[in-house]
């Protein structure tokens, strides 16, 4: 998480350099305080479930022995499915409304998977 903080400006900016100038110039506005809000919570949130899986999975009963549950593995694959459906609707279907709901909405859906696991 923290080296995303200082390399994610420089990779995103190679990535939007990418792009063709027709959707660079509809993407040129800067993001906003609470789209980097919601992004920084999504990226905490992944990676709270993934560091707590990691650490039982490498320091339980010696090197390399499965301790945990398997619920921050299960959170993670739900919140994947969730943004790329949102993903899909937005880019295949043209429902440009859900991109703003795509993060917010995954992190949502993954809490509450967590919670009824």
């Not at 999504?42 to 009963?61: E, P, R």
């Amino acid at each position: 998480m923290v080296l995303s903080f200082f390399f994610n400006k420089s990779y995103l900016k190679k990535l939007q350099g990418r792009k063709e100038s027709g959707e660079a110039d509809a993407k040129n506005k800067k993001e906003g305080f609470g789209d980097t809000a919601m992004t920084a919570m999504f990226i905490g949130l992944v990676s709270a479930y993934m560091g707590s899986y990691i650490g039982s999975f490498v320091s339980g009963k010696g090197m390399f022995t499965f301790q945990g549950d398997i619920t921050p593995i299960i959170v993670a694959v739900v919140s994947a499915l969730v943004m790329a459906v949102f993903t899909y609707f937005a880019e295949k279907k043209h429902m440009v409304w859900l991109e703003s709901f795509s993060i917010a909405g995954s992190m949502l859906i993954g809490m509450i998977a967590a919670v009824l696991i």
